[in-house]
């Protein structure tokens, strides 16, 4: 099992920054594919960014491309992604998700972990 944790989360005018944090706790941390989706308020859940176990591999989101990047720390169990200029639209609840193996993926249901989610709100 892994737990995973969010935070970071917050209320920030457009143009903004918050940095999202993923901890994670159970199993080997470096052994897991991360990512990160968001789901704003009647919509689906969609894919923001993903890397890979070493953190050697990352994709992003056409909408999130570069204003969002995605590191992980392995030695600490986190993932971390940074969030730069940011918009309304990305206003969404945020959540960081995790799964076995070496390739990173940008589909929802291939993750076998999820955390609680962290609400990110961007006011204009």
């Known amino acids: 099992q892994v737990q995973l944790v969010e935070s970071g989360g917050g209320l920030v005018q457009a143009g903004g920054s918050l940095r999202l944090s993923c901890a994670a706790s159970?199993?080997?941390?470096?052994?897991?594919?991360m990512a990160w989706f968001r789901q704003a308020p009647g919509k689906e859940r969609e894919f923001v960014a993903a890397?890979?176990?070493?953190?050697?591999?990352?994709r992003y989101a056409d909408s999130v491309k570069g204003r969002f990047t995605l590191s992980r720390d392995n030695a600490k169990n986190t993932v971390y992604l940074q969030m730069n200029s940011l918009k309304p639209e990305d206003t969404a609840v945020y959540y960081c998700?995790?799964?076995?193996?070496?390739?990173?993926?940008?589909?929802?249901?291939?993750?076998?972990?999820w955390g609680q989610g962290t609400q990110v709100t961007v006011s204009s």
């Open positions: 998700a995790a799964r076995g193996g070496r390739s990173l993926y940008i589909v929802g249901y291939v993750y076998d972990y």
């Open positions: 159970g199993r080997t941390f470096s052994a897991y594919a």
């Open positions: 890397i890979s176990w070493s953190g050697g591999s990352t």
